[in-house]
């Protein structure tokens, strides 16, 4: 139970942000006692990949706050991030933690799919809230939501790894937000419609 929590965190945090996850498993097993990743995943603790994963990381984050630009990193991100939660949920859920010391042997690719869809779900929920966002705010609300986004999907990281317990309540909130966010863009829909109505009739 605590490993499909550890690898649903992470790939939930991949779905925010693809490198994130992968970059905090790799400094946490190669720095900390917090993560010992299994043989078939040791390569994201080796030291080149960790740099690549940090200048990949500084592009994502640069690019997620600038409107217009966001949409089309969201747009290229769609291959990226559910790629990159696979990858979390197959490393994560196999790992050794301060809260797993004997992770279940199940097969290597219903963890990796499992985590592509997570990520695929959470990644589709970002996008549209950031659609909402930018047409709400005239693109001012993205550097803010962004960073919000980057915070939550650290956190979501660390917490995987050290308490996957509380990713029960990300996962609720998650739930909660869809539907808000969905009546907040048939609202936004509504006023583009009357707006345009409006004009015709002057």
């Keep these: 139970m605590l490993e499909a929590l550890t690898g649903t965190g992470l790939a939930a945090?991949?779905?925010?942000?693809a490198y994130i996850p992968l970059l905090t498993m790799g400094v946490l097993a190669?720095?900390?006692?917090?993560?010992?990743?299994?043989?078939?995943?040791?390569?994201?603790?080796?030291?080149?990949?960790?740099?690549?994963?940090?200048?990949?990381?500084l592009?994502?984050?640069?690019?997620?706050k600038v409107p217009v630009v966001d949409h089309i990193n969201d747009m290229l991100q769609t291959v990226?991030?559910?790629t990159a939660g696979g990858l979390?949920?197959?490393?994560?859920?196999g790992s050794e933690t301060v809260m797993v010391s004997d992770p279940g042997d199940t097969k290597q690719w219903?963890?990796?799919v499992a985590g592509v869809a997570i990520a695929f779900g959470v990644h589709g929920v970002k996008s549209l809230s950031r659609g909402v966002i930018n047409a709400s705010t005239a693109g001012v609300g993205?550097?803010?939501a962004s960073t919000a986004e980057d915070v939550t999907s650290v956190t979501m990281s660390l917490v995987?790894?050290?308490l996957p317990v509380l990713v029960l309540v990300f996962l609720v909130a998650m739930v909660l937000f869809v539907p808000w966010m969905l009546r907040r863009r048939r609202a936004r829909k509504r006023e583009r419609q009357a707006a345009r109505a409006a004009g015709f009739r002057v």
């Design 13 to 17: 945090s991949a779905g925010l942000n």
């Design 30 to 57: 190669r720095y900390t006692d917090l993560l010992d990743l299994p043989d078939g995943w040791r390569w994201l603790s080796n030291g080149w990949v960790m740099a690549i994963l940090a200048v990949l990381l």
């Design 59 to 64: 592009v994502e984050i640069i690019a997620d």
């Design 80 to 82: 990226v991030r559910p």
């Design 88 to 93: 979390a949920f197959g490393a994560g859920a």
């Design 110 to 112: 219903i963890p990796v």
């Design 142 to 144: 993205a550097p803010v």
């Design 160 to 162: 995987a790894i050290v």
